[in-house]
């Protein structure tokens, strides 16, 4: 069977609705002509979500703390005990961030942080119970899983107690960052050290998150270390961990969200001479919308890879335009800035041809743009 022949079965079975197996994922990963790939990701898109509508969210993305002690080679954005530009900030400081946030009309501040084995677990549970209390109309989506993972470490708990305490607390949604790329091979280059360390560690997280029925995300960090192979391994982790989540009947992963490494001022740089064009982002996009045949929606990131390449990948399968993200740091400290306003947002979704709805964290509609 040639290659074309090859390809056009497989765009057969994925516009059928039939799931591909991993060899398939590599060859189109791998064989695949963008535009090919592109078209068929939108036309899967459409089957899965079939309204010419394109959902973002107002939000901004917080830190808590920059010190941390995994040390991870694509980082640099982390601080160390003997930094002088080292932070952490109290309750108090971060609610006073909070907000000036939803005075700039945010529903959503994901807050994020190093991971800091000074902080106790009273620290994370006062903040999510006081932001909930203070802000009651504002969804706390707080937290990575490497960052549960410490707390769960300081606190001599396992995960799921510590889950349970931040639900207990208010919070009822998890971000999918940290998982960088779900192969122990690749983690143990870039991520090696505890609690970051192994695929299990982010995937055991949001195990636990569904079986409490948060809502999570899920993420992938390429264009660094990996191979294609490790790519796939990837998606199928993910692909395989919303099958337990479904077949527990919970709802688990809302929306899948890859993005670009940036290099400047981290370790890696040395290894990683040049950084992923966005011929490589459309190509994930698609790939991932084609792959992640139990995943209801995938995310563009006008952010991370540039607002014209954001545009163009809601035709390649994404169907939400992800958060107006006031304020950054982690990125922003490897050299790369991007910022936005609603209503450049909503003038990009309709640049590209679709019609601005904005969401919830979990993906309910607020407000149609027409």
Not at 181 to 198: A, M
């Amino acid at each position: 069977m040639t290659v074309s022949t090859a390809l056009n079965t497989i765009y057969t079975k994925a516009l059928q609705g039939e799931r591909l197996d991993g060899s398939e994922g590599l060859q189109l990963l791998k064989n695949a002509p963008l535009l090919d790939i592109g078209s068929v990701a939108q036309k899967v898109r459409l089957l899965k979500n079939p309204q010419q509508s394109v959902t973002f969210v107002v939000d901004t993305n917080l830190n808590y703390t920059n010190v941390c002690d995994a040390y991870c080679t694509f980082c640099a954005f982390y601080r160390t005990e003997k930094d002088t530009d080292k932070y952490t900030y109290s309750v108090d400081q971060m609610l006073t961030q909070i907000g000036k946030a939803v005075e700039q009309g945010v529903t959503t501040v994901l807050i994020q942080g190093g991971l800091n084995s000074a902080l106790p677990m009273e620290y994370y549970e006062d903040l999510v119970r006081r932001t909930r209390k203070t802000f009651p109309g504002l969804t706390p989506h707080f937290f990575s899983a490497p960052e549960i993972n410490k707390m769960a470490e300081v606190t001599e708990a396992s995960v799921h107690e510590v889950l349970f305490r931040l639900k207990k607390a208010g919070q009822t949604t998890l971000p999918g960052v940290g998982a960088e790329v779900l192969s122990d091979r690749v983690k143990h280059q870039i991520s090696r050290l505890s609690p970051k360390g192994k695929v299990n560690d982010w995937l055991e997280v949001h195990r636990q998150a569904h079986l409490l029925d948060y809502r999570t995300t899920a993420t992938l960090m390429y264009g660094h270390l990996e191979t294609d192979e490790d790519i796939i391994e990837h998606l199928e982790h993910v692909r395989s961990l919303q099958d337990e989540a479904l077949a527990a009947g919970k709802e688990g992963f809302t929306a899948f969200i890859p993005w670009s490494y940036k290099r400047e001022n981290t370790p890696l740089a040395n290894k990683v001479k040049v950084e992923s064009g966005p011929n490589k982002y459309l190509r994930m996009i698609a790939l991932s919308r084609i792959y992640l045949d139990n995943i209801q929606h995938v995310q563009a990131s006008w952010f991370s890879d540039g607002k014209k390449t954001g545009q163009i990948a809601l035709h390649f399968g994404a169907d939400d335009f992800g958060g107006t993200l006031f304020d950054e740091n982690v990125m922003q400290e490897a050299g790369f800035y991007n910022r936005t306003t609603k209503e450049e947002v909503l003038r990009m979704i309709r640049e590209a041809g679709f019609i601005p709805v904005q969401r919830t964290t979990e993906y309910e509609h607020i407000s149609y743009y027409n």
